[in-house]
């Protein structure tokens, strides 16, 4: 009984192990995509609204940043054929991160597009995303956030109304 348990330690440890060099590899190939920016790295996030800046609280610059670190990058082609005016957004002027080591970034909102698969006729809130410039990460297209209409929520609580 001792050697099975041995043995089947032993496989799932080496599986394990596996498992972390295919995820690493698959970085590194870019199957997976990397983050946008690491949570480490970061020593503040401000929002300017009015030509004033607000400060995010750690809770709002963590969700933040998990936000970026789950969107997509878009072409300016995707974006124009997705494109949507729409009114009674957050009327931010742009997001700076602020990092330790590293030059600020700057993400300018630039509107809202319509989810991939969502129907044109019936579009609600939920199936609208929020679209910035961000140069340093996608230097010539946009960043689409994909949480469901979360940033807008809270990007809503950042700033006094």
Avoid: C
Wanted: no cysteine; charged share 20%; net charge negative.
């Amino acid at each position: 009984m001792n050697r099975r348990l041995t043995v089947v330690m032993t496989f799932s440890v080496l599986g394990g192990f596996i498992v972390i060099l295919l995820m690493n590899v698959a970085a590194m190939l870019g199957v997976i995509p990397a983050k946008f920016i690491s949570q480490n790295d970061v020593r503040g996030v401000a929002v300017e609204h009015k030509k004033l800046l607000y400060t995010l609280n750690f809770r709002q610059q963590r969700e933040l940043i998990e936000m970026f670190n789950h969107s997509f990058l878009a072409t300016p082609e995707e974006v124009d054929e997705r494109s949507i005016i729409f009114t009674g957004g957050p009327s931010i002027d742009k997001i700076i991160i602020y990092r330790f080591d590293a030059p600020d970034i700057e993400i300018i909102p630039n509107g809202y597009i319509v989810k991939t698969g969502a129907p044109w006729d019936e579009i609600s809130d939920s199936d609208l995303n929020m679209v910035f410039i961000a140069p340093l990460w996608n230097p010539n297209g946009f960043i689409e956030e994909s949480s469901a209409h979360e940033t807008f929520k809270m990007l809503l609580t950042t700033y006094d109304h």
